[in-house]
């Protein structure tokens, strides 16, 4: 029944992608925030490595989520205030067709309207403190970020964890979540053209 949302065929695969990337590891030891011992395999060379079992878990629901607000009509914020990776931010928007923010986060963007309420927000570099995570809460828009060894467990409405300081990493993250609001997107053209209600618009959002 349409496009299937399948970004997990082969566990194996993804499990030593996440290694690869080096997307599961974390911080020294002794900076270890132990509200997330929970996720956290073990340690090699004093180093925090998280169980990639729960980085696919925790990332499909993210992808399912991103993938059902495209559905329902939703848009997504991709937010980065780190300039190395703000490259790869501004390709992963584009290759999905959301809306991109590369500046430092000035609190009041949302709450004073200067910027338009988006569904959801990514923000996968973010410091856990950051007045992205607080604003997004007073305007009960859902954050979807990596919480690092180093970070309060659950800060945001999807926490994926691992690394969020290594550009591989980022690139892992953004590349499941953004073939899934893809697929959306292609499902919903789909959907157009069987119904016969393709218009204007529809050509321009799938380009």
């Keep these: 029944m349409g496009v299937k949302l399948n970004l997990f065929k082969n566990t194996n695969i993804t499990k030593f992608s996440f290694i690869e990337t080096q997307s599961v590891w974390g911080h020294d030891k002794r900076t270890l925030n132990h509200s997330l011992n929970l996720y956290v395999l073990g340690l090699k060379h004093n180093f925090v490595f998280f169980n990639p079992e729960y980085s696919i878990e925790y990332l499909k629901r993210s992808s399912y989520f991103c993938y059902n607000t495209i559905l329902s009509g939703g848009s997504i914020l991709i ?35 200067f910027l338009k309420n988006p569904c959801v927000f990514i923000a996968l570099s973010l410091n856990k403190d950051s007045s992205v995570l607080k604003e997004a809460s007073k305007k009960f828009i859902p954050v979807i970020t990596i919480e690092d060894s180093n970070h309060s467990i659950d800060k945001s409405f999807y926490s994926l964890h691992g690394n969020d300081d290594n550009k591989n990493s980022i690139h892992h993250f953004y590349v499941f979540l953004t073939d899934s609001i ?19 618009k529809t050509f321009i959002a799938v380009d």
């Design 79 to 113: 937010i980065n205030s780190n300039d190395v990776f703000n490259k790869l931010t501004l390709y992963f928007g584009s290759r999905c067709l959301q809306p991109v923010y590369l500046r430092k986060w000035v609190g009041g963007l949302l709450t004073n309207y």
């Design 182 to 200: 893809l697929r959306s997107l292609l499902y919903k053209y789909s959907k157009s053209v069987s119904s016969g209600h393709l218009t204007e």
